[in-house]
């Protein structure tokens, strides 16, 4: 078995090293004895959604989230159909704010892909730091770091609850959007090396729907690192 996986707009949403999120979900797949081939898509490219199995977009600079708005809006009819599907999206930093209703930076309100009940605004100041979070499916917390400069209003579907950092919003005490197999966060880091459970959960996941087994093992590096960081930075 092959999965294939589109890491979409890599030029443009390259910011903090997030291409490493490929690099934990390749792994994660290794140790499960199934190849992956990896493609590399942007601007100019024909993308077949029906093709893959996985769809990751990255953060990126503000002038580059909306040059990936202006393209990916061709796209919405397909991405809808592959999430309906059940294919998995990942998103990490300003890029799931695509997938909302509006964007709003430099007072212009810009239209989203509106598949999701979600919007969001430019900030007033950059929001930086470390943050822990709760996920419902997992036991063991999910960390990572945010540098953004926005914020996002969303009302349910929410991906993970705030331990210690910043959720979405001011008044939030959630962070992420949510619903099939779609993970939309701030959370960098990348969030897919720093939190190999959650990579794991992903690829079992991913296997199961596809009627095979998952076999865990949690004597990797990734692991090992991920204990380590929680011993010396106790929550």
């Known amino acids: 078995m ?4 589109a890491h979409l707009y890599y030029d443009l ?16 797949l290794k140790n499960q004895n199934i190849e992956t081939e990896i493609d590399l898509l942007s601007i100019g490219d024909d993308i077949n959604f029906k093709d893959y199995d996985i769809f990751y977009i990255g953060t990126g600079s503000k002038e580059s989230l909306l ?10 009819k397909d991405i809808k159909s592959a ?12 890029s799931h704010e695509l997938f ?31 943050c822990t979070m709760h996920y419902d499916n997992l036991e063991d917390n999910i960390i990572g770091f945010q540098n953004r400069a926005s914020l996002i209003q969303i009302d349910n579907n929410h991906l993970f609850t705030l331990i210690k950092g910043d959720a979405d919003n001011k008044k939030s005490t959630y962070e992420g959007y949510t619903e099939n197999n779609f993970y ?14 959650l990579t794991d959960y992903i690829v079992k996941k991913l296997l199961e729907e596809k009627g095979m087994k998952f076999h865990e093992d949690k004597d990797t590096p990734l692991y090992r690192a991920y204990l380590e960081y929680n011993k010396n930075f106790p929550n």
């Open 2 to 5: 092959k999965v294939k996986i």
């Open 13 to 28: 949403m390259n910011y903090y090293g997030e291409q490493g999120n490929i690099i934990a979900l390749k792994e994660s």
């Open 67 to 76: 040059l990936t708005l202006e393209d990916i809006k061709k796209y919405t």
């Open 83 to 94: 999430i309906k599907d059940g294919k998995v999206f990942i998103s990490t930093g300003n």
């Open 100 to 130: 909302g209703k509006s964007l709003t930076y430099n007072n212009t309100e810009y239209d989203g892909l509106n598949l999701f009940p979600y919007y969001s605004r430019e900030a007033n100041e950059r929001i930086t730091g470390e």
């Open 184 to 197: 939309g966060t701030y959370l960098i880091g990348p969030l897919l090396i720093r939190n190999p459970h």
